[in-house]
């Protein structure tokens, strides 16, 4: 599919969830279930993009001192964990996977 | 000045910590999507048509993983899901609202948005013009949205191709997901979902990622069980 394809039907599907209940005001009402479950999305999808990004760096399983993206990856957790901060997470991992492609 | 502007004007004053918050995000969401492989007419346009942060920063990666489009379709539409949350949210308080009131103020819903508009409604309440503070949150929203996105594509399109940056995209995933780990079901949500997505890597069209999210979800959803006392919503995330 197309880019353009792919940008068309994520907007009108991202604009049909935000008009969804304000234009069914009344006559419809979230499951209780499903309010729970959306708390876990962002973890799950964010999760299931960065650990293949981190531990298949070619496409295989390496959990070798030589992948340096994984352990530029856990740097960037531990700067995430204490700084909360996006900026300071980015530059750390980009810095750290520089620094360990350089000595490694 | 009319009530009309200055219930305007009060949505962008409460808009406007927000709108800090958000620049950062739209400068690197512009960078990345060049570095990712979009042309520079998608990468601009995608912040009016998608308009939602998350959705197309994960948009950018995917298509750089060369992610069959039905894949990422599906993938923004689980991602914007809580959007219907905001939509229930605030339903009630643009009932009375003509249709292409409701349309356009339903098209300037992002996570900051609905933070800065509902604190408003459960405060004063509806008032006459109150659609005008919404109007006025969403508004400016949008427009630093459009604006830093431009500068990012244009600082992006400056960064020397020899720059990889194909690893700052999951580095800002990293920074994005850390800070929503604050209990054991998100934590499991998120492991449960990482391993899977290894596991099921090498299922053709990519739908080991979809898969991997429905299990991280599923696995905290269950996990949170009847427990946990029902927190209050608090909109996380970027737009």
């Not at chain 1, 394809?5 to 009108?12: D, N, P, T």
């Not at chain 1, 981190?54 to 856990?74: H, K, Q």
């Not at chain 2, 249709?99 to 948005?113: G, H, P, Q, V």
């Given at each position: 599919m197309n880019i353009w394809l792919v940008m068309l039907f994520g907007g009108l599907i991202t604009f049909g969830m935000r008009f969804s209940l304000i234009y069914l005001f009344g006559s419809f009402e979230i499951p209780e279930t499903i309010r729970k479950a959306l708390h876990y999305v962002p973890p799950a999808v964010l999760s299931a993009i960065i650990f293949p990004e981190l531990f298949l760096p070619n496409g295989t399983l390496d959990l070798s001192l030589e992948n340096t993206r994984l352990l530029a990856g856990l740097v960037a957790i531990l700067v995430a964990w204490f700084s909360k901060n996006t900026l300071i997470t980015i530059l750390a991992g980009t810095l750290a996977l520089f620094l360990l492609k350089l000595f490694l | 000045m009319s009530e009309q502007f200055k219930n305007f004007c009060a949505g962008i004053r409460a808009e406007f910590p927000l709108l800090v918050g958000v620049f950062p995000f739209g400068l690197i969401y512009g960078a990345l999507a060049l570095n990712a492989g979009l042309s520079t007419a998608a990468a601009q346009l995608m912040s009016s048509i998608v308009f939602a942060g998350s959705s197309q920063f994960i948009t950018a990666q995917l298509v750089h993983e060369s992610t069959p489009g039905f894949i990422i379709v599906l993938t923004i539409a689980v991602v914007n899901l809580r959007h219907m949350l905001y939509s229930a949210s605030l339903a009630p308080y643009i009932s009375s609202l003509p249709m292409r009131w409701k349309a356009l103020l339903s098209y300037l819903l992002t996570d900051e948005a609905y933070a800065a508009t509902v604190i408003h409604y459960e405060n004063?309440?509806?008032?006459?013009?109150s659609h005008w503070f919404f109007l006025g949150a969403g508004f400016s929203l949008w427009f630093i949205w459009q604006i830093s996105t431009a500068l990012g594509i244009f600082l992006g399109a400056a960064i020397?191709?020899?720059?990889?940056?194909?690893f700052a995209l999951p580095l800002t995933f990293i920074a994005m997901v850390v800070p929503v780990l604050k209990n054991e079901p998100a934590i499991a949500a998120a492991l449960s979902a990482g391993v899977v997505a290894l596991v099921a890597f090498?299922?053709?069209?990519?739908i080991g990622l979809i898969l991997a999210a429905l299990v991280g979800i599923a696995v905290g959803t269950v996990l949170e069980g009847r427990k946990s006392p029902k927190e209050k919503m608090r909109p996380k995330g970027i737009l």
């Amino acid at each position: 599919m197309n880019i353009w394809l792919v940008m068309l039907f994520g907007g009108l599907i991202t604009f049909g969830m935000r008009f969804s209940l304000i234009y069914l005001f009344g006559s419809f009402e979230i499951p209780e279930t499903i309010r729970k479950a959306l708390h876990y999305v962002p973890p799950a999808v964010l999760s299931a993009i960065i650990f293949p990004e981190l531990f298949l760096p070619n496409g295989t399983l390496d959990l070798s001192l030589e992948n340096t993206r994984l352990l530029a990856g856990l740097v960037a957790i531990l700067v995430a964990w204490f700084s909360k901060n996006t900026l300071i997470t980015i530059l750390a991992g980009t810095l750290a996977l520089f620094l360990l492609k350089l000595f490694l | 000045m009319s009530e009309q502007f200055k219930n305007f004007c009060a949505g962008i004053r409460a808009e406007f910590p927000l709108l800090v918050g958000v620049f950062p995000f739209g400068l690197i969401y512009g960078a990345l999507a060049l570095n990712a492989g979009l042309s520079t007419a998608a990468a601009q346009l995608m912040s009016s048509i998608v308009f939602a942060g998350s959705s197309q920063f994960i948009t950018a990666q995917l298509v750089h993983e060369s992610t069959p489009g039905f894949i990422i379709v599906l993938t923004i539409a689980v991602v914007n899901l809580r959007h219907m949350l905001y939509s229930a949210s605030l339903a009630p308080y643009i009932s009375s609202l003509p249709m292409r009131w409701k349309a356009l103020l339903s098209y300037l819903l992002t996570d900051e948005a609905y933070a800065a508009t509902v604190i408003h409604y459960e405060n004063e309440g509806v008032t006459p013009f109150s659609h005008w503070f919404f109007l006025g949150a969403g508004f400016s929203l949008w427009f630093i949205w459009q604006i830093s996105t431009a500068l990012g594509i244009f600082l992006g399109a400056a960064i020397p191709e020899s720059w990889s940056l194909d690893f700052a995209l999951p580095l800002t995933f990293i920074a994005m997901v850390v800070p929503v780990l604050k209990n054991e079901p998100a934590i499991a949500a998120a492991l449960s979902a990482g391993v899977v997505a290894l596991v099921a890597f090498s299922l053709p069209y990519r739908i080991g990622l979809i898969l991997a999210a429905l299990v991280g979800i599923a696995v905290g959803t269950v996990l949170e069980g009847r427990k946990s006392p029902k927190e209050k919503m608090r909109p996380k995330g970027i737009l």
